[in-house]
């Protein structure tokens, strides 16, 4: 357990950075942001900030020498940038969940690997490979998707035909996958963390709603079938076990028709769709993920509220003083300067009463 | 209503600055600490810290001048400072919620003026003055405390004859005031808002124990006698109302064994025996402080939960690690450095069911 006035270190410096530093200072840790920008949301309330490249190697071992531990807020953390810090100072979560986390092809692997469903999926290298891949996966439609390196829908094309799969990966130019589309019933989430002693906490499962690929919306808990709430528990328990991960994941799944779940994504960090927690549960997804980074026992992820969770997009976040003013919202604003289109700015928490919400 | 990116100035840069910073951080406000120490609590998780006396004028101009508002962690602020700030920018609660507090005499004056009861009192600032006021009094013991800067139990001295009393205030060598000894059943408190458009919302009045002159426990909700909870309310709001009080206050009481409720002290800022609202309120007394201060509407003061606060004094910081272990407790500590003795070094939430704390 690292003592109060330990720091902990965190790789990038937007909103989730800044909800993890602002959750690390009661437990009376500090906070060392590392992070390209001059200026950034978390920067601003870390006790300290270094501007510099995740591949600054010189920056990146004296960020690794003022730190206890070191986390990130994003999956994208060069390998390189990783295996350095990682033979400094402990990396939580640990490199292996960067790996698996980073690649598509290689996530969807290793999910069906431990018996857990996934879309149907194909990789495609090139559009000859694209052609092949449709066929074989049998679908009207699929997601093209790039391997590496999408978020919020971007690297990202739906395509009906062969050739229309052929065309989105010559356009990507990168090694891709091609995902056959799911016919769900909802998309649901479970944020959930492993402490370094190897408990494990989960919240329960929430319901997403995405625009243009954004998550727009998340409604806790969601409601699912009888047996699918636990079965999305053991899910994310599995994963987290095989990992060997010491942290908050995030872990998109859909829930289908018939009753059963197929993992879509992980995420190898804190989480949107756990964004929910801060002001419905005992312990939010934040302090979960600080305290196990730091050693700390985690707490049980009790909710004790029915929320429903905006996303403040662009310039939605204009309608912050009628959201100040709603008794049972809770605003959370990310202190960013331009509210560009597409842009996380904040959110808002709408609490109910258990079982109450619309 | 400030707007998001707008920057509220505290001056103080304590666990009290701290916390209001950390709540600030979510409505997208930015903090600017104006405190004399090189380092403090607050200054860590805030965009911004000036180093600077509460003398030192041009110092404190700049600061204005790099705000949008002004508040203050503690009430001991000199008249010549507030009154600097206020001329620059608004200063908020308003420099007549200062001059009552920062004087014992003026502060009972005050009181008594709004019909609201007190301890018996007589001023004393001098050993013949301090014999015939202990005689006014008419008690078998009194307690002689200075008029001005006194805070946990500093400044303070039991008496039990007119000579002790006269010692004590010539010890003093300072205006003090005599308060008769109250046989109260129940110490307990009210923290209270009031928003710049006039709303008040009021926490649950607590019960809080001391020793040694500091607060160790607040127990919410206070259990009280029928009506009693009311009378607290509208002893606070009546005070507000008054003061034309912009902010949080935190009113400390006597509740007498037949019903009646006496004020002890105004604290006219964020109050130790509210630190509970963090974790068992919609809305902590931080948030709803600077919501007031940036001209935000306050929220609902409700609350959700039980809750025990436990102040660690000192070495009692030490056991941090058997309380990061319970299931119901929110750790809050400071990011003091020197556990010395009598220092607040963090504090410890423990939650219960509605109705359920021991």
Known sequence: ??????????????????????????????????????????????????????????????????????????????????????GLKPVRPGPKALEVAQDRLTEKDFVRALGIGTAPYAAAATAEEARAAFAALGAKAAIVKTRRLGYDGKGQARVASAEEAAAAVAAFAA???????????????????????GRIEAYDPVENRHREGILRETLAPARLGAGAGAEAWRIAGAILE??????????????????????????????NSGHWTMDACAVSQFEQHVRAVAGWPLKPALRFADCAMENLIGDEVERWPAIA???????????????????????????????GRP
Chains 1, 2 share one sequence.
Do not use: W
């Not at 202190?335 to 904040?346: F, L, N, S, V, Y």
């Open 1 to 86: 357990m690292l003592p109060p006035g330990s720091t902990i270190g965190i790789l990038g410096g937007g909103q989730l950075g800044r909800m993890m530093a602002l959750a690390a200072a009661p437990l009376g840790l500090r906070v060392h942001v590392y992070a390209p920008e001059d200026e950034s949301p978390a920067a601003e309330v870390a006790a300290r900030h270094t501007r510099g490249g995740y591949d600054d190697r010189p920056a990146l071992a004296a960020f690794a020498a003022s730190v206890d531990a070191i986390t990130y807020e994003f999956e994208n953390v060069p390998a390189a940038c990783a295996a350095l810090l990682a």
């Open 175 to 197: 090694p891709c996958i091609l995902e056959g589309l799911v016919a769900f019933r909802q998309e649901i989430s479970v944020v959930a963390a492993r402490g370094a002693d």
């Open 242 to 271: 095989a990992l060997d991960y010491v942290g908050v994941i995030g872990v998109e799944m859909f829930a289908l028709p018939g009753g059963g779940l197929l993992v879509n994504e992980l995420a190898p960090r804190v989480h």
């Open 325 to 355: 003013a709603e008794p049972n919202a809770a605003l959370h604003l990310y202190g960013k300067g331009e509210a560009r289109p597409g842009r996380k700015m904040g959110h808002v928490n709408r609490l109910f009463p258990m079982g």
